[in-house]
């Protein structure tokens, strides 16, 4: 099946720009989502279909994709950013949504 | 504004069938929409169960297909999750969620822990 990998942590000082990406076999042709989760919170979708940010998600955050990669990035970081991230992507082969592992953004 | 609800025990006997609901408020779970459900093993990340389409059509993951139901109930506009022969490792929060077309979920419901023991 399907497979996403990302880096179990990334680390950022407030104000910098954090990178958390999404590895998965030419993944750049297929449609990538990200949420965030705060502890004891449910997710919340910060981006969808690789770059489109939802309501009250703000532009600091975006999203690319291509290749093997996708990416979300976090431009001037804040102390409220900290949370854990997942991409996801709908496995048409398998039928199935797949999940990253996850990465753990902490802010220094 | 759209809000979901689980709803189930919170404790489960191993080789016992756990059962949730997920409520849907604000919204009909006759739209077009996939009715999911995700689950988050403690210290874990975040695994997708299955889904349901406002026609029943149902998709799951393969690695719990053999012991997954998900459904919906028109009339009580909720839909829910069956899971059998449970043992320690489902032990979760267990999400209901709304996926649109290209999955990605734009509605979650806060999460019921079930803690399967005996």
């Known amino acids: 099946s399907y497979v996403l990998t990302q880096p179990p942590s990334v680390s950022v000082a407030p104000g910098q720009t954090a990178r958390i990406t999404c590895d998965g076999a030419?993944?750049?042709?297929?449609?990538v989502h990200w949420s965030r989760q705060r502890p004891g919170q449910a997710p919340v979708l910060v981006v969808h279909d690789d770059k489109v940010r939802p309501s009250g998600i703000p532009e600091r955050l975006s999203g690319s994709n291509s290749g093997d990669t996708a990416t979300l990035t976090i431009a001037r970081v804040e102390a409220g950013d900290e949370a854990d991230y997942y991409c996801?992507?709908?496995?048409?082969?398998?039928?199935?949504?797949?999940f990253g592992g996850g990465t753990r953004l902490t802010v220094l | 504004q759209v809000q979901l609800q689980e709803s189930g025990p919170g404790l489960v006997r191993p080789s016992g069938t756990l059962y949730l609901a997920c409520g849907v408020s604000g919204a009909s779970i006759s739209d077009s929409y996939w009715w999911t459900w995700v689950r988050q093993t403690p210290g874990k990340g975040l695994e997708w169960i299955g889904e349901?389409?406002?026609?029943?059509?149902?998709n799951y993951n393969p690695s719990l297909r053999s012991r997954v139901t998900v459904s919906l109930d028109k009339s009580q506009n909720q839909f829910s999750l069956r899971l059998t022969s449970v043992t320690a490792a489902d032990t979760a929060v267990y999400y209901c969620?709304?996926?649109?077309?290209?999955?990605?979920?734009?509605?979650w419901g806060k999460g019921t822990r079930v803690n399967v023991s005996s």
């Open positions: 969620a709304r996926a649109q077309r290209a999955r990605y979920f734009d509605v």
């Open positions: 030419k993944i750049g042709i297929k449609a």
């Open positions: 996801q992507v709908w496995d048409n082969t398998n039928d199935q949504v797949v």
């Open positions: 349901v389409y406002q026609t029943g059509n149902t």
